[in-house]
């Protein structure tokens, strides 16, 4: 069943897979498994569909390589494939019992077994086969039985809707564990769990019971495309639309949950993600790697066509649902957050796709709606809507990869300003405005292309110059988010700031605190350069306070602190403001009160501040050379301010962190904004570079809103998150300071630091880190030998000539040794002991030789072939005498636990051993122990050698490879007896 099938060339048509088919084979039965699947894969590729008696040889024989290489899902596929083009065919599904039986899909491989039964009754090799798995099937009954019965008991209580309501809570959060198990998933969904949810939950209004239900639908779709599917055709998509539709936000988290799912199940976007991380270093990826992650992207290709249906579905549903005036602004901010997830050209390309529809001008539509003004069609938003939908068009555009696609974009969004302009109600200039101002703020790109568009700006500067509320508070917001960019808006800049300070005039707050931002915004142009100053002297300082009277008053509302917040961060580009800023409690504290309210409206100003406090902007560093050059051409050279001196910026970093400032970053971090997130990483990078305010880090919640962004932010966002959390792991225990499952989660964006192109010190502090790790627990230590590049890169800093470097990578994979799996791999065909014990003789770092004689010696003690490689070295010897007689009696304990291992090993390592000076010397510190015995106090490491060497040698000498004094003497002498004087036979006399 096993044997790649021959089949006969039927023309010339299909001359050219059949010698593909043919190299295939060779390659198989050389086992090339993964040349044999190209070729097979080429084959498939150039036969025309109508030739499918050799298109599903082709399919079945690449099956073939797949279960040889346990590529078990692969050969389900391929094997499918076959059986659609030759139903029924026995090698096809035998192929794909051996591949579901792999998987452990005991049931599927039986009724595959049974079927090739039937179609093949005189095969006598499938009877064994036939029994084993019909034990299996019987065994996995037993199981079943026990879990029906759970099953058979939750039904009953939760669906029975006159019941005990307590009972019908639990019930149904049993539900959902049941569900996250594997045999408990697959029965629930054969005993109709999915038509039993739809239709409670079309009467069911206890809130919890439908948050379980709902919860539920998303364990089941997880990582199974028929059964998502299922659900998808029972309940339907406006279901989970209904469901979301609901200001509860675990309801709305629930349902976003089982949405994504459900498409990540319908179009096996495992394929591609498995593939994401290695991509981001494809020098990493072997050539095998880079052909199953091209033939995994086909795959789902396939896959995704085959379902288009349904994920068109969703894809319509959700996008069109983004402008229903009866959805909750907290579901509306769900629905977009989707969008954003799936708009990747590698997840779901919806970004592309909605260039064929209206779903860009639908989202026009939400980025122009305002929470405090109604209008007859307005929708519900929340605070963050405006955020979030400015995030989602910044990410939407960034999906685009060409200028062609962009310019499309941009040609909807100019629909939708066209069709606003052309209508002078105040409905439509206000929408437009806020609009436009939104996609300024977050896609600067977008909001700067409608700034030209005639009569734009005209109407603009018209609104702010108008006596009515809402044209003034939006032409106010629209003027700041313009004045990104003078080139772009130079009109504005000209006659802005006399506007905007006939605004600051206004009585009404909400105005009033707008224009002082935009005054702000203009009067921070110079930016960090201190010799810059557009405005008056002294200006800087009174807008501040403006804006700290708005901040620290309890009594205003949060929008006028969110403003005011935002005003600072403009103003705080100017040294002196930091100044007197940091040393304002009652403003720091409520500037980091406000952060900790997690509102995305609010997080643009508080987090930006932080940045410019603590100076952890990009900052170009520019060479004197350059700088001569600069004012030699007479151009204009920037000038750092004298409180911008690291001293300065050292203080207003631990005010900060004593203040709170970390609780507030915590909460901010939960954005989907790359570019915010990697501001956070910075500011608490920045707290993390003093020692003593790690700890505090920790208490605050930093550690934890750390490892999200290092595992997804921007390139320059996730290197200071690891090196955040790197510092962090070095000074503070890992097991608390990341707790369960974070220690494991930590160890792959730390290892990303172990690049050449990044600088020592980071590389130096992530190794430190991963030793810290690899000593909280067996589970961390898997996670880091499992992921190959992170062990690879820590071993080759062992061979470093930067004696920083070397000595942690080192003393990292000491700690690694006390892993099974580290021990094996030191087993294998390689020289890791042999350098091991040359480091043991190095003779410029101490700490390097008591790594590695502690890893030695954990190596020799769990296995014997360690402890024979430890001959493989030409300098062993010396390199053993150099750890015995080192003056740390550290390291001297270390060396004769190694001692006493080889010997522990057998006679054949112990006589090497001892047949040199290594016996002379283990002697000698038993006499040094025995005189240091009768001290006041004796050196308890000493006593402790003393009691090894002891053992070891007893050991010895009962093994016959060393002997005692007396022996030794005994043999002497009897060597030096002189055997008696035997007299020379006489001859035999005849007779």
């Known amino acids: ?197 739809t239709r409670l939950l079309k009467v069911e209004k206890n809130t919890k019971i439908r948050l379980s239900c709902v919860r539920v639908f998303g364990e089941l779709a997880k990582k199974d495309t028929d059964r998502a599917k299922t659900i998808l055709k029972e309940a339907g998509v406006p279901f989970f639309i209904d469901a979301i539709n609901t200001k509860n936000e675990e309801m709305i988290t629930a349902v976003s949950y089982c949405i994504q799912c459900l498409l990540d199940s319908i179009s096996r976007y495992d394929l591609i993600k498995r593939w994401k991380e290695k991509k981001k270093d494809a020098r990493k990826m072997s050539n095998e790697d880079r052909k199953q992650s091209r033939v995994d992207e086909e795959k789902r290709e396939v896959i995704m066509k085959d379902n288009a249906r349904e994920l068109h579905a969703i894809f319509h549903v959700i996008c069109h649902n983004t402008t229903a005036r009866t959805l909750t602004g907290e579901a509306r901010d769900a629905i977009v957050n989707l969008i954003m997830t799936n708009c990747p050209w590698d997840r779901m390309a919806w970004a592309e796709k909605m260039l064929k529809t209206d779903f860009y001008s639908r989202l026009m539509e939400v980025a122009s709606e305002l929470t405090h003004y109604k209008h ?99 032409a106010s917001e629209a003027i700041i988010a313009a004045t990104a960019k003078k080139k772009d808006a130079s009109s504005i800049i000209s006659q802005g700031m006399d506007i905007l300070k006939t605004l600051y005039k206004s009585k009404n707050d909400h105005i009033k605190v707008r224009a002082l931002v935009g005054m702000c915004k203009l009067g921070s142009s110079g930016g960090h350069d201190a010799s810059i100053k557009p405005l008056a002297e002294g200006s800087s300082e009174k807008l501040a306070e403006a804006c700290r009277r708005f901040l620290c008053n309890p009594s205003k509302d949060q929008d006028l602190r969110k403003w005011a917040a935002e005003g600072l961060s403009f103003l705080t580009l100017d040294a002196d403001v930091k100044e007197k800023l940091v040393d304002d409690e009652p403003a720091i504290k409520a500037l980091i009160e406000l952060g900790k309210t997690g509102g995305q409206d609010v997080m643009y100003g508080v987090i930006t501040v932080l940045v410019n406090l603590t100076n952890s902007f990009d900052k170009q560093e520019i060479s004197d050379e350059m700088i001569e050059l600069a004012k030699f051409a007479k151009h204009h050279v920037p000038q750092e301010h004298e409180m911008d001196d690291p001293d300065f910026v050292d203080k207003r970093i631990w005010t900060l962190c004593k203040y709170g400032a970390t609780s507030a970053l915590a909460a901010l971090s939960k954005t989907e904004s790359e570019n915010m997130k990697e501001l956070i990483a910075r500011v608490l990078n920045a707290f993390c570079q003093h020692q003593e305010l790690r700890g505090l880090v920790v208490q605050q919640g930093g550690s934890k809103a750390l490892i999200p962004i290092a595992l997804k932010c921007t390139e320059k966002g996730e290197r200071a998150a690891a090196q955040a959390l790197s510092r962090i792991g070095i000074t503070q225990d890992p097991a608390i300071a990341f707790p369960g499952q974070r220690s494991c989660d930590v160890v792959r964006p730390v290892a990303r630091l172990l690049k050449e192109e990044f600088n020592s010190i980071e590389n130096f502090e992530a190794l430190l880190a991963l030793g810290n790790l690899a000593n909280v627990s067996e589970a961390v230590r898997g996670r880091m030998l499992k992921e190959t590049d992170v062990v690879m890169s820590v071993e080759n800093y062992m061979y470093q000539d930067h004696q920083m470097l070397r000595r942690a990578a080192i003393q990292c994979v000491l700690n690694l040794c006390q892993s099974e799996v580290q021990v094996k791999r030191c087993e294998g065909n390689n020289d890791r002991v042999k350098y091991l014990v040359l480091c043991m003789g190095d003779a410029e770092d101490e700490e390097v030789v008591k790594a590695a004689a502690g890893a030695v010696a954990i190596l020799t003690s769990t296995s014997s072939k360690c402890c024979k490689k430890v001959f493989e070295s030409s300098q062993w010897e010396a390199c053993m005498l150099n750890i015995l007689a080192n003056k740390d009696y550290d390291v001297t304990y270390r060396a004769v636990i190694i001692v006493d291992n080889m010997i522990q090993a057998g006679k054949e390592i112990s006589e090497p051993l001892m047949d040199t000076q290594i016996l002379d010397v283990c002697q000698a510190l038993i006499l040094k122990a025995n005189m240091d015995a009768s001290n006041y106090q004796p050196n308890e490491t000493l006593q402790k050698i003393k009691k090894v060497c002891d053992h070891a040698l007893e050991l010895a000498h009962s093994m016959g490879v060393i002997k005692t004094y007396a022996q030794a003497v005994e043999e002497d002498e009897d060597d030096e007896k002189i055997e008696p004087w035997r007299p020379h036979p006489k001859a035999v006399e005849e007779e």
Request: aromatic share 8%; with cysteine; net charge negative.
């Open 1 to 197: 069943m096993g044997r790649i099938e021959e089949i006969d060339c039927p023309g010339d048509d299909v001359n050219e897979p059949e010698r593909l088919k043919e190299a295939g084979n060779d390659a198989f039965k050389k086992a090339n498994y993964d040349d044999a699947i190209a070729c097979y894969t080429k084959a498939i590729k150039k036969t025309k569909d109508e030739f499918e008696k050799q298109k599903a040889v082709y399919f079945k024989n690449r099956a073939a390589c797949h279960l040889k290489l346990e590529n078990f899902e692969d050969a389900v596929f391929d094997c499918d494939q076959s059986l659609e083009l030759v139903p029924k065919d026995p090698k096809a599904l035998f192929r794909r019992c051996q591949a579901y039986e792999g998987m452990d899909k005991i049931d599927a491989a039986y009724t595959d077994a049974k079927e090739v039964h039937n179609l093949d009754p005189k095969n006598k090799a499938l009877e064994p086969i036939l029994v084993r798995l019909h034990k299996g099937v019987q065994a996995k009954l037993g199981e079943l039985a026990q879990t029906a019965n759970k099953v058979k008991s939750m039904f009953e209580i939760v669906f029975t809707i006159e019941g005990d309501t307590e009972k019908r809570e639990k019930g149904a959060d049993n539900l959902i564990v049941l569900a996250r198990e594997k045999a408990g998933a697959e029965l629930l969904f054969k005993e109709g769990v999915v038509e039993k949810i």
């Open 376 to 474: 007859e069609s307005a929708m519900d938003i929340t605070d963050s809507t405006n955020t979030v939908v400015g995030i989602c068009f910044g990410y939407l555009y960034e999906q685009m990869w060409d200028d062609e696609r962009r310019n499309s974009i941009i040609e909807k969004i100019d629909e939708f300003t066209k069709e606003k302009l052309m209508d002078q109600g105040l409905e439509s200039k206000v929408r437009i405005t806020v609009a436009i101002t939104t996609l300024l703020k977050h896609a600067p790109d977008l909001g700067n292309s409608q700034l030209t568009k005639e009569g734009f700006l005209q109407m603009l500067l018209a609104m702010a110059q108008s006596d009515e509320y809402i044209e003034q508070l939006v």
